[in-house]
Antibody
Framework: EVQLVESGGGLVQPGRSLRLSCAASGFTFDDYAMHWVRQAPGKGLQWVSGISYNSGSLGYADSVKGRFTISRDNAKNSLYLQMNSLRAEDTALYYC???????????????WGQGTMVTVSS | QSVLTQPPSVSAAPGQKVTISCSGSNSNIGNNYVSWYQQLPGTAPKLLIYDNNKRPSGIPDRFSGSKSGTSATLGITGLQTGDEADYSCGTWDSSLSAEVFGTGTKVTVL
């Protein structure tokens, strides 16, 4: 079964850091670009970051650029999001999503995890 | 602030048809493929339509997509109670170098 399972969310104070992980199974992980997409409570979807199949190309939303870092370990079938200098507006459910292609850009997200909740509050 | 605009809600009786619009610009919908996602209450999004009008395996042909200029449309025919969900469009924005989503539309089956 094709599956993505996120972990690492939680309650964190403003200005602190958090690292999210996404474990992939049921498909050849290094054939696909991967993404993080978030959804604030009661709000719509917002793309956060994407990474190509070989980590050669990365992209970030302007709202997280310079604070978040996406990475992947193809040997471990895992995707990561290092989140630094967290703000209240980063509070959201963070989804890991598979791209239909190898490269990010012109993306279609065909497989989604169930998400991990990040709450930034003092 | 989303760059793709959708109506907040649409509704119809069971068996009827609804259409959901997604309005953008030349930097996004006008020059890139559009996808549509369904999000049932309390669940993760699910891909319904990609490349403007293609359905992934397992998606019934009651769901259809189209694009014209800087707008895209999702159609749902033979509306069922199980179709009650939030629907969002998505595409690449070449100016922002970012994937962008629509504001989302809630479908209610009366």
């Amino acid at each position: 079964e094709v599956q993505l399972v996120e972990s690492g969310g939680g309650l964190v104070q403003p200005g602190r850091s958090l690292r999210l992980s996404c474990a992939a199974s049921g498909f050849t992980f290094d054939d696909y670009a991967m993404h993080w997409v978030r959804q604030a409570p009661g709000k719509g979807l917002q793309w956060v970051s994407g990474i190509s199949y070989n980590s050669g190309s990365l992209g970030y939303a302007d709202s997280v650029k310079g604070r978040f870092t996406i990475s992947r370990d193809n040997a471990k079938n895992s995707l990561y999001l290092q989140m630094n200098s967290l703000r209240a507006e980063d509070t959201a459910l963070y989804y890991c999503a598979r791209d239909m292609g190898e490269y990010y850009g012109g993306d279609t997200f065909d497989i989604w995890g169930q998400g991990t909740m990040v709450t930034v509050s003092s | 602030q989303s760059v793709l605009t959708q109506p907040p809600s649409v509704s119809a009786a069971p068996g009827q048809k609804v259409t959901i619009s997604c309005s953008g610009s030349n930097s996004n919908i006008g020059n890139n493929y559009v996808s549509w996602y369904q999000q049932l209450p309390g669940t993760a999004p699910k891909l319904l339509i990609y490349d403007n009008n293609k359905r992934p395996s397992g998606i019934p042909d009651r769901f259809s997509g189209s694009k014209s200029g800087t707008s895209a449309t999702l159609g749902i025919t033979g509306l069922q109670t199980g179709d009650e969900a939030d629907y969002s469009c998505g595409t690449w924005d070449s100016s922002l170098s970012a994937e962008v989503f629509g504001t989302g539309t809630k479908v209610t089956v009366l």
